[in-house]
C-alpha cells in the first residue's frame, strides 16, 4: 500500500532534483538538487530490498563525493560571473532531440511493452526484507571475489595515481 | 503488519524521541555545571533545583526572540541548513538500542528506534549528512566568518569520518568471531557483548565481554574522532569564537540557532552512545532477575546504557575545559598523519591477530 506512493513521491522527487541540477543557476543548488536525486535514489533502492546498495549511495556519493563538490565550489567562489556562452554549435537542439528521443521510448515501454524482465523485489523471509547485506557479503567474498579484488586494486591506483599527479611540478624529478 | 506491533513501532519511535529530548536538556545542564566547577565557578544556579531548569528557560527565550534575517543570504538554504542539522542528529539515535528488549504478551518489545541490518552503514551514512548543515548555513550566510566555518568543517568531517569508520570496521571483523557470522545490527552487536570473558580463560570470568578491551586502540581512536565528528573543543575550529565569531552560525538567531544549538548537543550524545554500544557493551550487564523484582531488572540495562553513555559524554566536558584549541594545520595532521595511519595499522594488526586465532598460524 504504502509502497506505490512512496514509488511515486521518490520518483518526482529524483526527477526534480536533475532539473535543477541542470537548471539552477548557482552552483550550490546544482549540488543541492543532486544531493536531492541521490536521496530519492536511495529511497527507491530499499523499496527494491536493496538496503546494503541505498546506504552505500548515501555515504559514498552522498557523504564523500558531493561534499568534495561543495567543498570545490566554495573555495572557487561561486560569485565569479558564469560564462553563458555556448561553445558547441547546436548544442541545445541536440540534447532536446535526445531526450525526445528517450521520452518516446519510455512512454512506447509503458504503454505496449512487458514488465516481465524487471519483477518487483518480493520477500516473505523476515531475514531479507530487513537487509541484504549477509547475501552481498558472501556472493562477494565467493563467487565474485575476483571482480572485487581487481576493483580494490583498481582505486588504489587511482588513489596512488592522484596524489602523485598532485605532486608532480614541471622541472622537477 | 498487524495493528499492535504498528503500535509498538510508532511508540519505540516516539519514546526513543523523548529520551533524547530529555537527555539533551540535561546534557547542556551538566556540561555548563561541569565546566564550572573545574573553573572554581558556580555555573547555572537559579532556574530549578541546582539550576537544572536552565536550559529550559534558555530554550523559552531563544523560542520567543526575534529571528533576524540578514539582507544578503540565499535565503532558501539559510532556512533549510537548521532542519538540515536537525533530522540527522535525531536519525543517528534512532539506530541506538538503549535498553534490554523485553516482552509484552507475544510481542517483543525491542528498547530501540529501529533495528535495521545495516545499522552501523546507516550511522555512517546519517553523520555524513550532518556535514551539509554545517556547510551549508555557512555559505547561505552570506559572510566571510560563516563561509570559513563552512568550508573547515568540510574539510574536517571528511578527515574524520576516516578514521572513525576503519575504527568501526576493526570492531564489527572482531565481532564476527563472536557469534553466528558477521553483523551491522546494533542490538546484535550488543547482544555479543553480553556474559563474561570466562570461556577465554577462567582468571577473565570477572571481566566483562567488552569489546574495549580486545579493541582498545580502536575505542581510543573511535573517541577522537567523534570529538572531532561532532565539532567540539579541541577541534571545534568551525565555530572558534576568537576568531570567527561564532563560526558557521554567527547570522543564525532565535529558533534557527537553537536548532543548531540542539543538534550538536543531540549529536554529542548519540555519538557517546554510539561509542558506548560498540565498546562498553551497551545496555549489557548483571540484572539480578533471580532476586530483584522484575521491572527492576528490566529497567536496569537502560540504567546501564546511561551511565556508559554519561561516562562517554563527561570526557567531551572535561576535554572542554582542558585542552586548548588546535590550530588548522595541526588538527588536519592529526587526522590523516596519525589517526587515520594509527586506525589502518591497528585493523590489520586485529585482523591479523583473529584470523591467528580463528585459522592458527599459516605455516602449519
Partial sequence: MAEPILFVLMALGSLAGAVTVVAARNPVYSAMGLLGTLFSVAVLYVLQLAHFVAAVQVIVYAGAVLTLFLFVIMLIGVDTSEDWDEKLPYQRAFVGGLAGLIALFAGALTLFGNFDWVPAATSTDPDSTNGTIQAIAELLFTDWVLAFEATALLLTIAAAGAIALAHYRRGQT | ?364
Fill in chain 2, 1 to 364: 503488519m498487524s495493528w499492535p506491533e504498528f503500535g509498538i513501532v510508532v511508540l519505540r519511535v516516539v519514546v526513543t524521541f523523548v529520551l533524547l529530548l530529555v537527555v539533551t536538556l540535561i546534557n547542556v545542564w551538566a556540561e555548563r555545571k561541569i565546566v564550572a566547577d573545574m573553573q572554581s565557578r558556580i555555573g547555572p544556579s537559579r532556574a530549578g533545583p541546582w539550576g537544572i531548569l536552565q536550559t529550559l528557560a534558555d530554550g523559552l527565550k531563544l523560542f520567543f526572540k526575534e529571528s533576524v534575517i540578514p539582507r544578503k543570504v540565499e535565503l532558501g538554504m539559510y532556512l533549510l541548513a537548521p532542519f538540515l542539522a536537525i533530522i540527522p542528529a535525531f536519525l543517528i539515535f534512532m539506530m541506538v538500542p538503549w535498553g534490554k528488549p523485553f516482552m509484552i504478551g507475544d510481542h517483543e518489545v525491542a528498547l530501540q528506534g529501529a533495528d535495521l541490518n545495516i545499522g552501523l552503514l546507516f550511522i555512517l551514512a546519517m553523520s555524513s549528512m550532518a556535514v551539509y548543515a554545517v556547510v551549508l548555513a555557512g555559505w547561505s550566510s552570506g559572510s566571510k566568518y560563516p563561509l570559513i566555518g563552512g568550508v573547515r568543517a568540510t574539510a574536517q568531517a571528511i578527515s574524520y569520518e576516516a578514521a572513525m569508520g576503519l575504527a568501526m570496521v576493526a570492531v564489527v571483523i572482531f565481532t564476527a568471531t563472536q557469534g553466528e557470522g558477521g553483523t551491522l545490527s546494533l542490538a546484535e552487536i550488543v547482544e555479543r557483548q553480553t556474559g563474561t570473558w570466562a570461556d577465554v580463560s577462567p582468571i577473565l570470568s570477572f571481566i566483562p565481554r567488552w569489546n574495549v578491551f580486545p579493541q582498545f586502540a580502536a575505542f581510543v581512536i573511535f573517541v577522537v574522532a567523534i570529538v572531532a565528528e561532532t565539532n567540539r573543543a579541541p577541534f571545534d575550529l568551525v565555530e572558534a569564537e576568537q576568531e570567527l565569531v561564532g563560526g558557521f552560525h554567527t547570522e543564525y538567531s532565535g529558533m534557527r540557532f537553537a536548532m543548531f544549538f540542539l543538534a550538536e548537543y543531540i549529536n554529542i550524545f548519540s555519538m557517546s552512545a554510539i561509542a558506548a554500544t560498540l565498546f562498553l557493551g551497551g545496555w549489557a550487564g548483571p540484572t539480578f532477575e533471580t532476586f530483584l523484582p522484575g521491572f527492576i531488572s528490566a529497567l536496569l540495562p537502560t540504567v546501564y546504557f546511561l551511565i556508559k553513555t554519561y561516562a562517554i559524554v563527561f570526557i567531551f566536558f572535561w576535554l572542554r575545559a582542558t585542552l586548548p584549541r588546535l590550530r588548522y594545520d595541526q588538527l588536519m595532521t592529526l587526522g590523516w598523519k596519525r589517526l587515520i595511519p594509527a586506525a589502518l595499522a591497528w585493523l590489520v594488526v586485529s585482523t591479523v591477530a583473529i584470523g591467528f586465532r580463528q585459522f592458527g598460524p599459516p605455516w602449519s
